[in-house]
């Protein structure tokens, strides 16, 4: 259904400088770390590096971080579902990222604001044994106006799949760290 992919997003919860220099610089990155308390001076770190290498970054959860420190958006977990964003408390370009597995979720993320809702998991994953897979994705992504982003599962096997999707793009932990940016060139618009 979409000739290119063009959104890439690669979850972190650490920062290692060498891993995401070897991206692609059009690979968003999301800071997702539920299990410490957030750290100011290294969201501040790659707040920074992303801007020097003009990448887009985002934080989970944390929307008055985002917003004080200047970063391109936030991103709202599944489990957050109370959670309503005013956009006007934000820059023009402020992004609000969400996901979601099913339908009740995504009339949440839309509620809350999102532009962004990131469909998972699309593929089978360690965790689950439930997964969407392209058919149930699409009738998902028909059932919202907002732009869809696959998550879950993705690996070089089915990743060709996701072009047979509503999807603009994709987010990834385990794909982007394994293998880096080489095998990633022919879904990016030039």
């Known amino acids: 259904m979409h000739n290119n992919l063009i959104k890439i997003f690669y979850f972190i919860n650490k920062f290692i400088e060498d891993d995401i220099s070897k991206l692609n610089k059009n690979i968003s990155i999301i800071y997702r770390n539920y299990n410490t308390n957030i750290n100011k001076d290294l969201i501040k770190?790659?707040?920074d590096f992303c801007?020097?290498?003009k990448r887009?970054?985002?934080i989970s959860y944390h929307y008055k971080l985002a917003s004080k420190l200047n970063l391109d958006g936030i991103y709202i977990p599944a489990f957050?579902?109370?959670r309503i964003i005013?956009?006007?408390a934000f820059k023009k370009k402020f992004e609000i990222l969400g996901s979601a597995h099913n339908l009740k979720e995504i009339k949440i993320k839309e509620k809350q604001g999102c532009t962004t809702i990131f469909l998972s998991p699309i593929f089978k994953i360690n965790k689950s044994n439930y997964h969407l897979d392209v058919i149930k994705f699409n009738i998902l992504a028909n059932n919202t106006n907002r732009e869809v982003i696959a998550l879950g599962g993705i690996n070089f096997n089915?990743?060709?799949?996701?072009?047979l999707t509503k999807s603009v793009g994709f987010a990834s932990i385990?794909?982007?760290k394994k293998n880096g940016l080489n095998k990633f060139r022919p879904f990016y618009k030039s």
């Open 86 to 88: 005013n956009r006007s």
């Open 158 to 163: 089915n990743l060709k799949k996701i072009s």
């Open 80 to 82: 957050d579902k109370s």
């Open 56 to 58: 887009k970054f985002y």
């Open 45 to 47: 770190k790659i707040r």
């Open 51 to 53: 801007k020097i290498n």
């Open 174 to 176: 385990s794909l982007l």
